[in-house]
């Protein structure tokens, strides 16, 4: 049974941090594309970041130099470390892993971000 579990969010002031973590089991993680995506109410949802099997990298514009994106194959987890955070990075994060040639796609259950004094 493949599960992504999200971890890591909450309330934050702006300019703080946040570490996000997504769990993962039921599928061969090292052999993944893993990503964050965020999604805020009636907006759709937006690619944050994306590391691939090869550890390259991708970031949104609005993140990069701010957020980062990291993988521990032997855990089996994903990160999302977000600096200097600013108010518009409130939104529902969620965790993607996607293998293309299997196209198999799966979604976490997200964790909210909230950003405010």
């Known amino acids: 049974q493949v599960q992504l579990v999200e971890s890591g969010g909450g309330l934050v002031q702006p300019g703080g941090s946040v570490r996000l973590s997504c769990a993962a089991s039921g599928f061969t993680f090292s052999t993944y594309a893993m990503s964050w995506y965020r999604q805020t109410p009636g907006e759709e949802r937006e690619l944050v970041a994306l590391?691939?099997?090869?550890?390259?990298?991708t970031y949104a514009g609005s993140v990069k130099g701010r957020f980062t994106i990291s993988r521990d194959n032997a855990k089996n987890t994903v990160y999302l470390q977000m600096n200097s955070l600013k108010p518009e990075d409130t939104a529902v994060y969620y965790c993607?892993?996607?293998?293309?040639?299997?196209?198999?796609?799966?979604w976490g259950q997200g964790t909210q971000v909230t950003v405010s004094s």
């Open positions: 993607r892993a996607y293998y293309f040639v299997t196209r198999n796609d799966y």
């Open positions: 590391i691939n099997s090869a550890e390259g990298t």
